[in-house]
């Protein structure tokens, strides 16, 4: 694969029944980090949204094993999908809902492995999801190390890329799902709704109590949430893109 200007955010995009995966430039993203307000803002409660559309989903240690500390999700043989987690994809898809993955890789800014080592991951986990009649609608990637971007979660970037695909994306009927600090903050900034994993205690990145006490809601998997979330929210059914 060609080499990408590492200044610029990259994004996957594999589409439902399609294996081939691109990966691309954003047009019109900033190259630095942008100022974006800090705070966090405190929801107004804790209920599940009026209406949900869009499940935002972060990767290592909720859709697979999360690596400890310091290790990184290098290839394909280091990916190990969590138990439950195609079905709960699958239900998602089933329900209507927009699936998308957001996640910060910063193993490809510290030389680890490369942006066509991610895209690899991605479209075998999707091909892998397809087998179980499951598919992600997008996948969206922060390949820069810590205050080089306006994409590596907590900030907005990952976000607008998706929404510059999906136009129809509105933070009010979305949700982000994950299991540290950066996810829940990510998706407070934006003003979604938040769900914390629990995930592995022994795996946990430090801050992750503090974040569970963040979100609006926790569950100990994707499974559990998925079972709330599609029990207890009014769904958009048919979608716009």
């Not at 592995?200 to 809601?217: F, T, W």
């Amino acid at each position: 694969m060609k080499s990408l200007d590492p200044g610029v955010p990259q994004v996957s995009i594999l589409r439902p029944g399609k294996r081939e995966c691109c990966l691309r430039p954003l047009r019109g993203v900033r190259r630095f980090p942008s100022c974006y307000h800090s705070g966090v803002s405190n929801s107004p409660s804790r209920h599940f949204p009026a209406l949900l559309r869009t499940v935002f989903l972060d990767r290592d240690g909720v859709l697979n094993e999360k690596m400890p500390e310091g290790r990184y999700v290098e290839s394909w043989s280091d990916f190990h999908l969590l138990p439950g987690v195609a079905e709960a994809v699958r239900d998602l898809n089933r329900a209507g809902l927009r699936v998308l993955v957001v996640s910060n890789q910063r193993g490809i800014a510290l030389g680890r492995y490369t942006s066509a080592d991610v895209v690899a991951i991605h479209s075998a986990l999707q091909s892998l999801l397809q087998s179980h009649g499951a598919h992600v609608d997008g996948f969206y990637f922060c390949p820069h190390d810590k205050q080089q971007c306006d994409c590596r979660k907590p900030l907005p970037g990952l976000f607008n890329q998706a929404l510059a695909d999906f136009p129809a994306i509105e933070a009010a009927t979305s949700v982000m799902i994950g299991d540290s600090h950066s996810d829940i903050e990510f998706g407070r900034r934006l003003g979604m709704f938040t769900v914390f994993l629990n995930g592995d205690p022994e795996l946990r990145k430090p801050g992750a109590e503090a974040a569970g006490d963040l979100a609006d809601v926790r569950f100990p998997s994707l499974v559990e949430a998925v079972d709330s979330l599609l029990g207890s929210t009014p769904l958009a059914g048919q979608r716009e893109c």
